[in-house]
């Protein structure tokens, strides 16, 4: 069973510094979700990537696919503490069946 | 465009009691709708998943059942709740894109 395994599982971090965040699996992906819950709501689709070597940006975050579809990684420039909540990344497989991992916990500083 | 209601908000049961959670979207026909459960300050755990009506594919073999009497609702069950059915319930519909509902706050005493 492939497991999705993200890191670090907590970060604390003060407004205006960069920081990156992981996702990485055991297997190929066939295609990768990021996604960002704030507390009490449900989370919130930010980006999909498809392609090995694929690199996607949304304002300040980039999002990066490693070239053998096993791993990828989120990177926020100069955050904000509206950037703080959970990150969470997904995988579909078996047409419908989901698998997230546990998620990373942001928790930017003003 | 996409609406998932859920109903109620938050809830408080004693252990041992009944439950139904509902879920109902609009703004879309035929979607795959899921059910996961997040415990506090975790990731998220798909319980159940619906590609139609009376079409259920269980995830994890546990004290709770779903079903889907229409296209857009989707309920998630329970007979006797455990301890350990204490989470955060997202409702979710979609496919590789998962577009989620506001969630129920469960909390068995």
């Known amino acids: 069973t492939q497991l999705l395994e993200q890191s670090p599982q907590f970060l604390s971090i003060q407004e205006g510094e960069n920081l990156t965040v992981y996702c990485n699996s055991s297997?190929?992906?066939?295609?990768l979700q990021w996604y960002r819950q704030e507390p009490g709501e449900g989370p919130v689709l930010l980006v999909t990537v498809v392609t090995g070597g694929e690199v996607k940006k949304l304002k300040r975050l980039t999002f990066q696919f490693g070239d053998a579809r096993k791993d990828s990684s989120l990177h926020i420039t100069a955050a904000q503490p509206g950037d703080t909540g959970l990150y969470l990344c997904?995988?579909?497989?078996?047409?419908?069946?989901?698998?997230f991992g546990a998620g990373t916990r942001l928790t930017v500083k003003p | 465009s996409q609406t998932i209601h859920q109903w109620p908000a938050t809830l408080v049961q004693p252990v041992g009691s009944p439950l139904s959670l509902e879920c109902t979207v609009e703004?879309?026909?035929?979607?795959?709708l899921y059910w996961y459960r997040q415990a506090a300050g975790r990731g998220l755990q798909l319980l159940f998943y619906?590609?139609?009506?009376?079409?259920i594919s269980s995830e994890v073999p546990q004290n709770l059942s779903a079903s889907r009497p229409q296209d857009r609702q989707f309920i998630l069950s329970s007979k006797k709740l455990l301890l350990s059915d204490s989470g955060f319930y997202l409702c979710a519909l979609g496919g590789k894109e998962q577009f989620f509902g506001p969630g129920t706050r469960l909390t068995v005493l």
């Open positions: 619906s590609v139609g009506i009376g079409q």
């Open positions: 997904a995988e579909a497989y078996n047409n419908n069946d989901m698998r």
């Open positions: 703004g879309t026909s035929n979607p795959n």
């Open positions: 297997s190929v992906f066939s295609s």
